[in-house]
């Protein structure tokens, strides 16, 4: 502990910058030959073993530090400073962003049923939600109306005295800030709100303050049991959830190259910290590691890249994409405008995965509307990567669970792969890609078992080649991003599920 202590609070200087050595237009070699050449060379290089003990570190510290890396604790500490350091070796300009956040971490989530028969109830505290007492309550369970709006207005709890009990609520229809706010007003001393689909709901009340009662997300499994109990007889449950809510701060790692041109800048993302239910190898050491073994095999590279490459590790991105929104709010109008595209990448190697691209012209037609301009050519050049490698692969709506979203938010094309979280994974899936139908993407998504085992080294290599075959094509040349695109639905189903979402797996309405 208190090695990972030293590390995490030793923080580097500035690197100065160097001339720029990059390929102007009259350069000899065309920057589509370039571009061939290097992202063959970084495809080649570039492995997932190399990357591997990246998660060996991420873990250690992890092991080291309570368990977790997540923003604002001393694992993430240590994280940024390893790739602080790893970064600062290969040569490049490296900087910390800092940013205070609200920090929050789960003390305790206990729901059971009291009477008339016993028995405990998996239950997720929901972010920013108020605490109970130490010990938690009991008191009286009491149903709200089932219908397209369950919870979401004052009439839904006419039917019954909430004063002083439990609001059991089905998830759809607002957002589970309004749903608790309403049954508070109802006098009810707590809300759980039980899933509208497969898994336990792991929710948000959306930010500070929002938060009236306690707060939690059960299964609909969970749910539809206790309205079933509730049914035959009046239902007592023991209830508890506390949080601990504090102002923290922070930091994402920036890293570019020396050279290159700016008005042209490329820039590739993924989030180094976790949940603090445990070390987050797969979510998201997995596109950590990724990209920094990638960003290695550049700075290995005798290439000079044409374009300037910029790496960023995001933090608190489990708290809702605060690194990445702080990033981009820092950005001056003429910064946005040098940004030529992002490219995210988190949970690349998810045990049971299937190989997402996003779907940047929503051709899928699923969720929200296509990206910015240039996002269907990003989908484009990354599936014809894939294909060149016999990889199946289908795409992913852009829910805004992950860093593209503040980049989208500003006009910037943004792309990337995942292969997937909670979601379920269909028969159809499990005879393209292989894996086990109807088990989660990763079943270990946001608990202490996203460990080392906890990876799929095959998914991991492809995305890996993926990062970097689009580090050294849009390191050169980036005249892809204008060529029309012909869309062409995906064969397979979004992997990240429905909702809007504050940071990936936080929902926060149906």
């Known amino acids: 502990m208190a090695v990972v202590a030293a590390t995490a609070l030793a923080t580097p200087l500035l690197l100065g910058a160097a001339p720029n050595h990059g390929h102007g237009p009259g350069h000899s070699k065309g920057p589509s030959k370039e571009a061939v050449k290097l992202s063959r060379e970084l495809v080649k290089n570039a492995s997932a073993r190399d990357a591997y003990r990246h ?10 530090a309570d368990g977790h890396r997540a923003a604002g604790s001393l694992g993430h500490d240590a994280s940024a400073a390893y790739v602080y350091r790893q970064l600062q070796r290969s040569g490049y300009q490296v900087s910390y962003q800092t940013f205070r956040f609200p920090y929050t971490e789960t003390l305790a989530e206990k729901l059971a049923v009291v009477s008339p028969t016993p028995r405990d109830v998996t239950i997720k505290a929901m972010t920013y939600t108020p605490s109970t007492r130490v010990g938690g309550l ?96 009046e239902v007592t449950v023991s209830f ?42 797969n979510d998201n050491g997995s596109g950590s590691a990724g990209l920094l073994e990638v960003a290695q095999e550049l700075a290995k590279s005798k290439s000079k890249p044409a374009n300037k490459v ?57 969720g929200a509307g296509p990206g910015p301009e240039g996002s269907a050519q990003l989908e484009r050049d990354i599936n014809k990567f894939l294909d060149s490698k016999g990889q199946k692969h289908e795409g992913t709506d852009f829910t805004g669970r992950s860093d593209y979203g503040p980049f989208i938010e500003v006009g910037i094309p943004s792309g990337g792969t995942f292969t997937g979280a909670e979601g379920i994974k269909t028969a159809a899936q499990a005879r ?30 492809v995305n890996i080649d993926v990062i970097a075959n689009a580090v050294g094509t849009y390191a050169h040349d980036l005249r892809s991003l204008t060529r029309p695109v012909k869309p062409v639905p995906s064969t397979g189903t979004p992997g990240s599920g429905g909702g809007l979402h504050d940071g990936h797996g936080h929902e926060v309405t149906e």
């Open 55 to 64: 998660l060996q570190q991420f873990q250690a510290i992890a092991d080291s």
């Open 138 to 233: 009991t008191a009286g369970l009491v149903n709200v109306p089932v219908d397209d709006t369950s919870g979401c207005e004052a009439s839904d709890y006419a039917s019954a005295n909430f004063t002083g009990k439990i609001a059991l609520i089905k998830r759809g229809g607002c957002t589970f800030a309004d749903k608790q706010a309403a049954a508070a007003a109802a006098g009810a001393a707590g809300a759980v709100i039980y899933n509208n689909t497969e898994g336990l709901l792991s929710g948000t009340l959306g930010e500070v303050g929002a938060g009236r009662i306690p707060t939690g997300g059960v299964s609909q499994e969970e749910g539809e049991h206790l309205v079933a109990d509730l049914a035959g007889s």
């Open 240 to 281: 508890e959830v506390r949080q601990l809510q504090e102002e923290r701060t922070t930091r994402n790692v920036i890293a570019e190259t020396r050279g290159g041109k700016a008005a042209n800048t490329v820039v590739l993302g993924a989030h180094l910290d976790s949940v603090t239910e445990g070390p987050g190898i």
């Open 432 to 461: 393209t890609y292989g894996g086990q139908a109807d088990v989660a993407y990763d079943p270990c998504y946001h608990a202490a078992c996203d460990d080392l085992s906890n990876i799929s080294m095959r998914h991991f290599d």
């Open 310 to 366: 910029r790496f960023a590790w995001w933090s608190a991105e489990e708290n809702g994409l605060l690194g990445s929104e702080a990033y981009v709010a820092g950005l001056s109008e003429k910064q946005r405008q040098q940004i030529k595209l992002y490219l995210n990448f988190d949970m690349i190697a998810s045990p049971n995965g299937v190989q997402f691209v996003y779907d940047g012209d929503d051709s899928d037609g699923v």
